[in-house]
């Protein structure tokens, strides 16, 4: 049984940080890409950061050179920096993997999601 689980978040301060961590744990094959979405009350979901498992990075626009997506191969482990923290990343952030199991085939595992909220 493959599951994420993720740790960090909480209440910050505008301008504040705060690191999020998620570590993919079961019977694993292959870790292809690994980042991180959020979601909002009534909103979609949106993707915040990808790393793939070479390293490769991708950001969306609204947290470029504030978040840094990092991951660990050798520990299975995907972490975000978060800094410069506005109010509107208030949000609920998830972490994703796209995971071979040891045993069946390639899929999206999701965290049980993590609250942050940045004070104004």
């Known amino acids: 049984q493959v599951q994420l689980v993720e740790s960090g978040g909480g209440l910050v301060q505008a301008g504040g940080s705060l690191r999020l961590s998620c570590a993919a744990s079961?019977?694993?094959?292959?870790?292809?890409?690994m980042g991180w979405h959020r979601q909002v009350p009534g909103k979609q979901r949106e993707l915040v950061a990808v790393?793939?498992?070479?390293?490769?990075?991708h950001y969306a626009d609204s947290v470029k050179g504030r978040f840094t997506i990092s991951r660990d191969n050798a520990k299975n482990t995907v972490s975000l920096q978060m800094n410069s923290l506005k109010p509107e990343d208030t949000a609920v952030y998830y972490c994703?993997?796209?995971?071979?199991?040891?045993?069946?085939?390639?899929?999206?595992?999701w965290g049980q999601g993590t609250q942050v909220t940045v004070s104004s």
């Open positions: 079961g019977s694993i094959f292959r870790i292809n890409d």
């Open positions: 790393v793939s498992s070479g390293g490769s990075t």
């Open positions: 994703k993997a796209n995971i071979i199991p040891a045993v069946g085939f390639r899929y999206d595992y």
